[in-house]
């Protein structure tokens, strides 16, 4: 069975400062998706940023990237120039790419505030 | 494009009692998802249908929750009776398939009490 650990609960970041939230995972797949998902304060969960293992590349979407290190099985994400819409809970999860049956597996999450 | 649609946003109800959840996925959307989500933990999933077939119900506590998915379309997902630690958000989920590379898109979420 997969599992996916956030041990930070809480982290806070000056606005326009970058953070990094951390996440490993323990699978023994070879082929499978990383992601990160926001869950701002009474609003719906959105998908931020996806990492194929198989790709080498670290994915990025704007100000959000991430550091994939395969073989310690961790998967970090960096926000870049703090907003304070950013202001959120964020989880970590697993999806292994075994066909249209898996499913996500999700860390506990960690509460992320921007402050002004 | 319209997102997932969930009702009712908020369900308070005494222990033993029984409640049901709607959700209404994205148009197109072959895979549908219900995820049990208690306060300060991640979403768990309960149930995934593949148009109307359930493909995983692993977690779904069978003795009490029930769900379907009716048409391949909406879906309702059923608890009964209600525990006090059933107290949880249940989010209502879907995506094109239930491959990774395809986007879940997830709904507002019920927020369910059990008093």
């Known amino acids: 069975a997969q599992t996916v650990t956030q041990s930070q609960p809480e982290m806070s970041v000056q606005e326009a400062e970058t953070v990094t939230l951390s996440c490993t995972y323990d699978?023994?797949?070879?082929?499978?998706?990383l992601f990160w998902y926001k869950q701002p304060p009474s609003r719906q969960m959105i998908l931020v940023i996806r990492?194929?293992?198989?790709?080498?590349q670290n994915a990025t979407e704007n100000r959000f990237s991430v550091n994939f290190q395969k073989a310690a099985k961790s998967f970090s994400l960096k926000i870049s120039d703090s907003q304070l819409g950013d202001t959120a809970m964020y989880f970590c999860a697993f999806m292994s790419d075994t066909g249209a049956n898996s499913k996500l597996t999700f860390g506990k999450g960690i509460t992320l505030s921007v402050r002004p | 494009e319209a997102g997932v649609a969930q009702s009712p946003r908020y369900k308070i109800i005494e222990k033993r009692q029984s409640v049901a959840f709607w959700c209404n996925p994205i148009s197109g959307h072959a895979t549908l998802y219900w995820y049990q989500q208690i306060l300060g933990q991640g979403p768990k999933l309960l149930i995934q249908?593949?148009?109307?077939?359930?493909?995983?119900d692993s977690q779904l506590p069978k003795d009490r929750f029930s769900a379907e998915r009716l048409k391949g379309v909406d879906s309702t997902l059923k608890i009964q009776p209600a525990k006090l630690e059933d107290s949880a958000v249940y989010l209502c989920a879907s995506s094109l398939n239930g491959r990774g590379m395809y986007e879940q898109y997830f709904g507002p979420g019920t927020r369910l009490t059990v008093t």
């Open positions: 990492q194929e293992a198989y790709k080498q």
């Open positions: 249908f593949q148009n109307n077939g359930v493909v995983d």
């Open positions: 699978t023994s797949e070879s082929n499978y998706y």
